[in-house]
């Protein structure tokens, strides 16, 4: 069986993840969406709010699971036996850095890949930042996000 994680902190998910996980499980009879803590981060939602908002979106979806992480992902794989990271990228300003975080992972890990996946093209401009910033601002972001994260905004 093909696995693959999905890791982020999404917060909240959006359209563009969910794309993304959708182009992942047609590759992966498996795809575990990892819920990063990123406290650091300080994100909008706690990590179980995030958690619910996902794995309600994602409901629909078989072989999809959702789970939190509070550790090193490279870590989380070893622990979920999963040798395949899926990485998104919407735009060239991605790469850079989707590139570095994938060389750091990838020299903890030499059995562990990193695969990169763009959304669809309706859905490439949406990021969780932005999301944020309109929902922050009394903005209307249903075009932005699943009807699920509605609820929590």
Do not use: W
Not at 65 to 85: A, G
Not at 126 to 153: F, Q
Request: aromatic share 8%; proline share 4%; glycine share 4%.
């Amino acid at each position: 069986m093909k696995r693959a994680i999905y890791p982020g902190t999404f917060d909240p998910i959006t359209l563009g993840h969910i794309s993304v996980i959708k182009r992942a499980r047609r590759i992966f009879d498996e795809v575990l969406v990892a819920v990063a803590d990123s406290s650091l981060k300080q994100p909008m939602f706690d990590i179980d709010t995030r958690v619910k908002m996902a794995k309600n979106s994602l409901s629909y979806l078989d072989g999809v699971e959702v789970k939190p992480f509070h550790s090193l992902l490279v870590k989380f794989c070893q622990e979920n036996d999963i040798k395949t990271i899926i990485r998104g990228l919407r735009a060239v300003s991605d790469f850079e850095y989707e590139l570095q975080i994938g060389y750091a992972n990838a020299s903890l890990d030499k059995n562990i890949d990193t695969i990169y996946l763009m959304p669809s093209l309706e859905h490439a401009f949406i990021s969780s930042t932005v999301v944020r910033d309109i929902i922050r601002h009394g903005g209307d972001a249903s075009h932005l996000v699943p009807k699920e994260v509605l609820e929590y905004v």
